[in-house]
């Protein structure tokens, strides 16, 4: 992990990172966001059913919500929802059985700590979804798989039991989907869960397996902040659009903070990475600018607190 120098901070900088990085209670925002997703998705799955909506309708609604719903399994995987970690964690479980119900938070928790700890290294597991450009979206589809996968293949002693566990969710998963297509529910199971289950995994892959890492080629190992990118330009769409994580060196560097902080922590440590190469993605940008340790940034880049 990069030490940043906060002593160079004023006191009340240094206080209100310590704030935004660090759970303290509630993260209500994120509690509210998902008690709308869940009563949205269990909503959509009841009216659907009833024939009160279109299956075709349902099916963009909870893949939207399933979308907007790893904001709240993410943070819970960072302990980020709540410091009681009973609560903290079941809200996460809960926004998970959303859209996988057949995976353990605490092994999503193993992998997802595995990618922070070796991003882009050998040993990080979203190495999975970089590769060939034509192989990409079959990849992104099937996260929960490489997941599940790479546990098998680089478990410890530490993951055992929650694969286990995991196996075991998605065999009474299985079993589910098999009483409900007998009874006549099969094509509201591939409409409404399996469908968008892929879709949504689809659009992760995209927006935060992959696009954060662009070009993949450095490891944290070597240097921590040309291994993330940060995004300017048009944040009012894509902070939402992409859950925050726009600003994903932020993240790396305060994995513990609530998603919707990242901003505010950008403006105060963005003087303190001057020294630092910075990696960014411009705008609607793909493929990224490196600004050098010393070198002159642009506006939104070294200033904190301008927008793009």
């Known amino acids: 992990m990069l030490r940043l120098p906060v002593e ?35 909503g959509v799955y009841v009216t659907a059913a009833l024939g009160g909506l279109p299956l075709w309708v349902g099916l963009i609604l909870n893949t939207v919500v399933g979308y907007v719903a790893f904001a709240v399994a993410h943070d819970g995987i960072h302990r980020a929802i709540a410091r009681h970690r009973g609560l903290n964690d079941a809200i996460a ?3 998970v059985l959303l859209v996988v119900p057949y995976v353990d938070l605490r092994l999503f928790r193993w992998g997802h700590s595995l990618h922070h700890r070796h991003t882009s290294g050998p040993g ?11 192989t990409l979206p079959l990849r992104w589809m099937f996260i929960d798989l490489a997941y599940f996968w790479h546990a098998v293949c680089h478990g ?13 969710m998605a065999a009474i998963s ?26 949504i995994q689809l659009a992760l892959g995209f927006s935060f397996f992959w696009l954060p ?35 994903h060196l932020v993240h790396h560097l305060f994995p513990t903070a609530p998603f919707y902080n990242n901003e505010r922590i ?7 990475l001057t020294d630092h190469d910075l990696v960014v993605q411009h705008g609607l940008a793909i493929q990224p600018v490196i600004y050098p340790a010393g070198a002159p940034r642009p506006l939104g880049v070294a200033e904190p607190g301008v927008r793009g």
């Open 174 to 199: 299985l079993g589910l989907i098999v009483v409900l297509t007998l009874a006549g529910y099969g094509l509201e199971v591939l409409m409404l869960w399996f469908i968008p289950s892929r879709l």
């Open 124 to 134: 990080d597991p979203d190495r999975a979804f970089h590769g060939r450009t034509w």
């Open 93 to 95: 479980q809960l926004g």
């Open 213 to 247: 890492h662009v070009p993949h080629t450095v490891s944290q190992d070597e240097n921590f902040t040309r291994a993330t990118t940060m995004r300017f330009g048009y944040e009012r769409l894509l902070g939402p659009l992409l859950q925050g994580q726009h600003y």
């Open 156 to 168: 410890d002693a530490t993951s055992a039991p929650y694969l286990r566990r995991s196996l075991w």
């Open 266 to 272: 950008w403006r105060i440590i963005a003087p303190l």
């Open 8 to 42: 160079r901070l004023s006191a009340e900088d240094r206080a209100a990172l310590a704030r935004l990085t660090h759970m303290d209670g509630i993260a209500w925002p994120t509690v509210t966001l998902w008690a709308v997703l869940t009563a949205t998705f269990l």
